[in-house]
């Protein structure tokens, strides 16, 4: 046994006043997904090797962790593959399952495999903890949650405005106004590709593109050059530095291709959606949104703020048209987009959006005078927790001092006083921790005034 | 690729219902650990394996998931380990880490690690899930949930009766009247295990007797035969069948002992404090109850349903003082009780406890007419979001006997029809789901009587 025990590095421990902050996150987040029609789900933290391995690259299929088969299955380990230094199949011959490395393939899982219980279109969200072997490092943790809002089964733009809007509605909710929401197209980046003459390496034209935000233009140009054949480097530049963008000039410069045409029309549409019904937060266009994940096909949209840049984007998702039928099932359109909860969590305690109220651990106190008395005012107590109202019982009967201090380090609002001279004369007094007044109350009074003054 | 994907044995995937109503009941017991007064925590699923093994004995260490370290670090096998069967220590050689197998081994850590960021006496709660590698079987899971609330540092019996009461109003609220929580105390088994001359086999006397609901008094007894040297057969039998029982009896028959009188003063105390504040359900002194789990010192208690006994216990928990002490922190009692989830979903489903607006997947549905019209009333649906209700925006235009089907089935209350005409005419038509009846409203008037009808 350790001297000093320990989580592992890259798990954490939240202790209650993180959490009831990060609770006030998503408690928000999970009233907003059901107020706009999402059915909430849950998948396990196990799922088989055969789900989660080749879903996510090499790198990816090295970071799930895995989970060693149980009692005398260990026997079955090939030493062979471990001697010969072929550690995949190694791994495989002792462990058949993994933990989950994200909620959308357990996602496309879970709707190929329920299809027959699911109506469609089926918006569902789902908020769980993922996991990955990642190094662990300042801000990157092993153990995380993911918020994730999915629409399948509809190739509908009503989604895409829908989940604009419910962004909108939790980062208003949650306090933010300064908010960008940056919309783009897979469909007109794949004919950007084209019209440079990138068409043979889509891939990576839009993975220089993604990088725009960390190496800049010129070392993005530097990039797109190597693959591109028709490059004109000044009308590249022109594009992704173009600040207010009209989509026509797109439609003038790309070839009348009906897949380009459909992306600019549908952002168009989006876009001019969003004129007359204002969001709090800004949307726009920005060409030089192109999001990492290989799994986006249509519109991509990622949050960030625009005051606060360094902690980067707090939300990101896009339309998919093939995520389930890996799992067999086909012409399934899906769109969705993700909450960074610790992201949003950090740019909250910086800009100062957490309410006062999370730092109470309880309301309300009640000071501890002996048994008999408790039991005599445990009625009234009874009245304020039906009123959903939090009140702690001291347990101890110590000096008073002492059970002040206790409430105080709680940041508890009052301290309900009921001694042996309270008792004979039918009052109980309210301590104001903030003010340090004590009032008087008839006994019968005080739930009342209680309650209406906090 | 499998076929036909689907989840591990022996863990689930909960749908939307389901989910809701697992919810429901884990809302209304958040609710009431901060009532009274208990703070939140998480602790993560991955644990050092020097946490988790020699916590639970053979068995437990054996059902503990371990984790694969990662990478390279495979290469350190132990192959001569596993060539000569000793699995434990070739698992040693590739597993660090382990997937929490109880919420109690992680609080005795968490404890111990964070003991200066925390006030004692600490009350807190913690729903989350834990893992076994148990062999699947009908209401046994690998993957499940546990619900407990533990007191830290503090031995008055003020604790006991508040978590006691805390147990009542979760039931209470989740329309349980029918209970019964049995209560008894560890220092009087110790006692009776004195009195019978069975003080050397304490634990086999608490095992032997902890079987009485499965194996009948009979059984018990030919068990207890066998370790008690000054046996009266007559006299155990007739203790264990009491129906109801007077502890001073207890004091008659045990030597004048402090421990075992202060037990029976405890617990004559806590069910006197119950005499005069009524309970919803029974509380009563159950000289049989035993309690498995061997770090239980004081009070122990478990509440069950008295009319459903199938199902079995519901709840339980007791009093430790000694449970930090494995992480170097001595001297802190501890009692907590625990929330068995599962089988509370159980009972409530077969005694119909679940709300019936549960059924529904969300309130309101905005049939389609296309974008335009969808773009018009979007104003109204954000009012209504903000007020805390659900809309479903149906995000296709086509036949509306499609859309009020897929409104069925969801058990929505009220399809929102704005079709041409009533753009036309400025109205709204509300249609009910459940009579059929169809309302015409002023456009400017149909949220009020929309959220007001429902």
Request: include cysteine.
């Amino acid at each position: 046994m350790s001297k000093s025990p320990s989580n592992p590095k890259g798990t954490r421990d939240f202790l209650p006043l993180e959490l009831s902050k990060r609770n006030y996150i998503i408690n928000i987040l999970r009233k907003n997904f059901k107020n706009f029609g999402f059915s909430e789900i849950e998948t396990p933290a196990l799922e088989k090797s055969s789900t989660l391995l080749g879903k996510y690259g090499n790198e990816g299929d090295r970071l799930v962790f895995k989970i060693l088969n149980s009692g005398d299955k260990v026997k079955k380990a090939d030493i062979s593959s471990l001697e010969s230094g072929n550690l995949n199949s190694f791994v495989k011959s002792i462990s058949e399952k993994g933990l989950k490395y994200d909620l959308t393939v357990p996602l496309a899982r879970f709707v190929s495999q329920h299809q027959n219980e699911i109506i469609f279109p089926f918006k569902r969200f789902q908020i769980q903890n993922v996991w990955r072997a990642d190094r662990p490092q300042h801000g990157r943790y092993q153990e995380f949650t993911q918020c994730d809002a999915d629409v399948i089964g509809s190739n509908s733009i009503i989604q895409e405005i829908e989940l604009i809007k419910l962004y909108d509605s939790v980062f208003h909710q949650l306090g933010f106004t300064d908010l960008v929401l940056k919309i783009n197209h897979r469909g007109i980046l794949r004919e950007l590709a084209y019209h440079f003459g990138a068409g043979k390496s889509i891939i990576e034209f839009i993975t220089a593109l993604d990088k725009i935000d960390k190496i800049g233009v010129d070392k993005v140009l530097n990039e797109i050059k190597l693959i591109a054949s028709d490059f004109s480097e000044k009308e590249l530049r022109n594009l992704l530095s173009k600040k207010e963008f009209d989509l026509k000039y797109l439609k003038k410069i790309f070839s009348k291709n009906s897949d380009s045409f459909l992306a600019i029309d549908e952002l168009d549409q989006i876009l001019s959606y969003f004129s007359t019904n204002n969001l709090v937060n800004e949307i726009k266009f920005d060409l030089t949104l192109a999001r990492g994940l290989n799994y986006y096909t249509g519109t991509i949209i990622e949050v960030s703020s625009k005051t606060n840049q360094r902690i980067g984007s707090i939300g990101g998702g896009g339309r998919y048209d093939d995520l389930t039928s890996t799992f067999n099932l086909k012409n399934m359109s899906g769109v969705g987009i993700s909450f960074g909860l610790d992201r949003i969590y950090l740019l909250m305690e910086e800009s100062n959006l957490f309410p006062d109220y999370l730092d109470k651990s309880f309301e309300f106190m009640v000071a501890n005078f002996g048994i008999n008395n408790l039991k005599f005012i445990a009625p009234y107590v009874d009245e304020i927790r039906n009123k959903n109202r939090e009140v702690f019982v001291y347990p101890d009967n110590v000096k008073l001092t002492k059970q002040f201090s206790f409430a105080h380090k709680h940041n508890a609002s009052t301290v309900i006083i009921f001694g042996d001279n309270e008792k004979k004369k039918g009052i109980v007094i309210l301590k104001n921790m903030q003010t340090g007044d004590q009032l008087k109350c008839n006994i019968n009074e005080f739930v009342e005034i209680l309650i209406n003054s906090n």
